[in-house]
């Protein structure tokens, strides 16, 4: 019995929901975005590997803009760099703007994506990717991450938790914390405004308060 090819979710998301889920709607599902100069700096660092090529290294095979996909969990999007080890072996490392010092929550959700990358390129590849690195332009210096168990079942959770999401189509609910501060959707998403409170809520519920 064959099944259904699952719809591709875009790696990236795995990232957006991660930093907050109502980002990772209003991107994917409103098809929303606004710049800011975060973005933009992420942007021109891409620049310098979203041209596809290659080119060999010290020993080492270096793809950059390579396509990836995982059939398994439906995913589907671009390393910016993979090197290929001489024993074959594929090593992605992500490129983000910014400094390798970030904070722990936040880094967090770049492992994410780095480990949707390595799990892409073990079925592509029929390889085993236990690590991968991060690169901060700020830094200039990697961060190396370890695809291990645990990073995988939080990859794997988040996939499925971003394809519910795309399936309902519903809204999250703002976090209203530090990370909307950088984010560049903030005016789109009034997270002040719209996040639950418990004036908010005692606002609603007297909408449908019945008079004696």
Known sequence: MT?????????????????????????HVEQVFEENLFTQRGQALHKRVDDPGFELRNGLRIERALPLFCDRLGLLGKADVVEFLPDGTPYPVEYKHGSRHKRADIAACDDLQLAAQALCLEEMFGQPVPEGALYYASSRR????????????????TAAAVRQLLQSGEMPPPLNDDHCRACSLRDLCQPEALAPTPEHAALRNSLFEVDD
């Open 3 to 27: 099944t259904e090819p699952l719809d591709p979710i875009p790696l990236s998301a795995l990232q957006h929901w991660a930093y907050c889920p109502r980002q990772c709607a209003l991107i």
């Open 142 to 157: 990697r961060r190396i991450v370890a695809v291990d168990a645990d990073l995988r079942a939080k990859t794997e959770s």
